[in-house]
């Protein structure tokens, strides 16, 4: 029971929090991780070579630095961008790579898929343990998971409605108003997912 309890638990944290989840670096971002990395340091060193001011020397040392936590973390590209000078670095498909990175950093995981993912993960996991708890978990399991997509279901047509009838939008918030704190909070993190 120990173990069912704790894949039930591991699957529980594994769904929460999906705002926080995100894809892993794609080339574009590598790419745009490590042309950032070669533009802190062509700035740093025009920073030397022009005597700029103390602090902004330290300004673009710290920088450099930094930027290479960034590319380290993201990983080296496959292929690298045009970087040796400064008019490489300025040049437009170095805007365009920076603004691609950008938005692909801004995509998430569709909190929907990752439940029901961690779902048929854990109905898998109970069923190499077998077993009655086995059994049980994934007779749990499946039921919440077709719970979740009934809940999923329920509240895009609530959404439909809304959107389709404007005017019927007070109603159905008071037809709703007895819902309690828990159920509220849930179906305004769906919504939002």
């Not at 591991?10 to 769904?15: A, K, T, V």
């Not at 049980?136 to 919440?144: D, T």
């Not at 047509?157 to 389709?164: D, I, Q, S, T, V």
């Amino acid at each position: 029971m120990r173990k069912i309890s704790s894949v039930i638990i591991g699957l529980c944290l594994l769904s929460a929090g999906c705002g926080s989840l995100r894809y892993a670096p794609g080339e574009r971002q590598k790419q745009n991780a490590w042309l950032h990395n070669r533009t802190a340091i062509v700035t740093a060193e025009k920073a030397r070579t022009e005597k700029s001011s103390e602090q902004l020397q330290a300004l673009t040392q710290l920088n450099e630095l930094q930027s290479r936590a960034f590319s380290s973390y993201c990983g080296l590209p496959k292929e690298f961008p045009p970087a040796e000078t400064a008019e490489d670095i300025l040049a437009e498909s170095n805007l365009q790579l920076a603004k691609g990175a950008l938005a692909d950093s801004a995509e998430r995981p569709d909190a929907w898929q990752v439940a029901d993912s961690a779902m048929e993960l854990g109905i898998g996991i109970c069923a190499l343990l077998g077993g009655v708890y086995g059994t049980r978990a994934v007779k749990f399991l499946k039921e919440a998971r077709t719970k979740s997509k009934a809940l999923k279901e329920i509240i895009a047509g609530n959404e439909l409605f809304k959107n389709a009838n404007v005017k019927q939008i007070e109603t159905f918030k008071q037809a709703h108003a007895n819902q309690s704190p828990q159920t509220r909070q849930l179906v305004t993190q769906l919504k939002s997912a």
